[in-house]
């Protein structure tokens, strides 16, 4: 590409990017994780649309630095090599004059990139980089620049986001606040927390696009997939089904696949471009912990608002996914594990550890007036206690609020939408 069409493209490209500093954007947590004085890059890997660019920019401007802008996700740019990346360096010399800070959107589309960043980072500029592959980010980086980097993984909205992004007072007590909250609770347990849902009207062809094109562009191409239609459905059947535990066999039965292998093979695509995230089992055996895996969707507007998606409301699915992301957020990047525990005798959907100390348990139930329902929760819990010593216990339903003790544990019961508030 020669250079004049390059600038021509980058300076659409700034002028795209400067048109945001006239929008208002929610302060999201991820961007405390971001250091702009580090000599190390720093990463924000996530799933598409969930607004990895707009961390950055938020992160920059608010520090008030020049900063020069490239998004390689861009058609235009889609034959660029790593041996062009220096002209596009030059060019980024040419329209910002000087500049200590470079954000570079969507690196993973550029063979080679890690040497660009390396040769960034001997320069000492500051860089910033979005990906949406963590496979293809996280082992490059740590093969290539290690100790060079550093990592954020950004989730769609949460739900106090979604409440900042629609001025809600989630701090109130007052029964119409209280009220609010949970009508918002439940439009977010169905609308989900990609970003552009709260302005898109037309939600399903939004949400169809986005999976069509991770599917499309992010896994097929980049991994080679030959049998596209068969992958596909099998795509599109986990997040119908999710969360659903993996039983190899079963998918190789279903699709005509020829291995389990093939099946791995396609769910790691699938999460590496962060369409399902998985949880694995609660056991000290490390076999049992990698086989019995449990796939969640990343959003649930993954759930169904898709074409041909043929789904139900699913609520206390939806709730579960959503207190399983919620809790990843809070726990994973303090260096927490989340299990999920199952015996013959009774199961519970989550439990953090600290190392090999469970400090959590939470059972997740959408509905619990029914006896029968509640005395099953409250049953894993205790089980769940009783089987890895865990005296931290939290039953979250829809709406209601109590302290009990059973069988001398001490359980608290609370709405799911406070507690993913931080109430």
Known sequence: MDKRTLEIILVDQQEELNERRSMRFCQRKEEDQIDLDSPQAQVVIGVRRSGKSTLCFNALTRKGVKFAYVNFDDERLVHLAGQDLNDVLEVLYKINGDFQYLFIDEIQNIPEWFLFVNRLLRRQLHVLITGSNAKLLSGELATHL???????????????????????????????????????????LRQGGFPELLTIRNQRNYISGLVDNI??????????????????????????????????????????LKSSHTVKNYLSYLKQAYLLIGLQKYSPKSKIRITSEKLYPIDVALMNTRENAFSGENLGWRMETVVYLELLRRYKNDGKDIYYFADRSGECDFIVCNNQIAILAVQVSYDISSPKTKKREITGLLLTARKTGCQNLLLLTDHEYEDITVDGYDIAIRPVYDYVLGN
């Open 146 to 188: 290690t100790g060079r980097h550093n990592t954020i993984i950004l989730y769609p909205f949460s739900f106090g986001e979604y409440c900042e992004a629609k001025n809600m007072n989630v701090s109130s007590i007052s029964t119409k606040s209280i009220a609010a909250r949970r009508a918002t609770f439940d439009e977010y």
């Open 215 to 256: 599917l499309k562009r992010d896994i097929e191409q980049r991994f080679k997939v030959l049998h596209t239609a068969t992958f596909e459905n099998l795509a599109n059947h986990m997040l119908n089904v999710a969360p659903a535990i993996v039983v190899d066999r079963n998918l190789q039965d279903t699709f005509g």
